[in-house]
């Protein structure tokens, strides 16, 4: 047994028209190796806290920024030790008629989402994972217990992502509860496209979110 406290922070996600080269989702291949934990903050103060346990974390930690969020603002803790443990998700809206399962830029898509639906009578859950591996399961599925309904939204590719990782293990243990069948919205199963227009095209958007909860609701 030895200690490898090492820290891989890097940009990771689509950004704006660099294409295929430099907008690619690897948090998946990441975390597929025992051993490798994978974080992905959605705001600035998980952001701080995050990388501060990692830095202290005695195992090596891929600590991925999605590029589009770098201009995001929020606040922040002062506090020099404020820190957030690896593999504690994060209710970032309380709901009780369906589950968003979202992480790192999909968070604020699905809290606009959340927005949309509520003036529609819909009150929808946004639980942020904040850590892919170690994953919190038992948040995730405490609050498909309550909802009985869950969209898990990705800006990943679909095929082998952890969207599909997340809905395995709902449907492992909390299948009972479920009122409908678990959604995945995911990014577009292409290389992601240079142009502006098609770019947008691949990345799930609100309305994306809107349309699978409504379907997970039978509307």
């Known amino acids: 047994q030895f200690k490898i406290p ?18 690619q989702a690897l948090e998946s291949w990441f975390a597929y190796f025992p ?5 992905m903050p959605s705001t600035p103060a ?18 991925i920024e999605q590029e589009r969020m770098y201009g995001h603002k929020g606040e922040v803790p002062e506090d020099p030790e404020f820190t ?14 369906a589950t968003i399962v979202a992480r790192s830029l999909m968070v604020p898509v699905a809290l606009k989402a959340a927005e ?20 919190d399961i038992d948040t995730i ?30 449907m492992d243990r909390a299948f009972d509860y479920l009122d409908a069948p678990v959604k995945r919205v995911s990014g577009a199963d292409v290389p992601m496209p240079y142009a502006k227009n098609l770019e947008e095209l691949a990345i799930p958007g609100v309305d994306q979110l809107v349309a699978a909860v409504h379907e997970v609701s039978y509307m």
């Open 6 to 23: 090492i820290v891989f922070r890097g940009p990771g996600g689509s950004a704006f028209q660099v294409s295929s080269q430099h907008s």
């Open 35 to 39: 051993g490798l934990k994978v974080v």
């Open 46 to 63: 998980d952001a701080k806290g995050l990388l501060k346990t990692s830095i202290r974390d005695d195992d090596p930690v891929i600590f």
């Open 84 to 97: 957030i443990p690896l593999g504690l998700a994060d209710v970032k809206r309380e709901g009780t008629d």
């Open 116 to 135: 949309e639906l509520q003036k529609q009578g819909i009150s929808c859950e946004v639980i942020d994972p904040r850590t892919i591996r170690p994953l």
């Open 141 to 170: 599925v405490e609050s498909v217990k309550k909802t009985s309904r869950v969209v898990v939204a990705e800006e990943s590719h679909p095929f082998c992502g952890v969207a599909a990782e997340i809905s395995m293990e709902i």
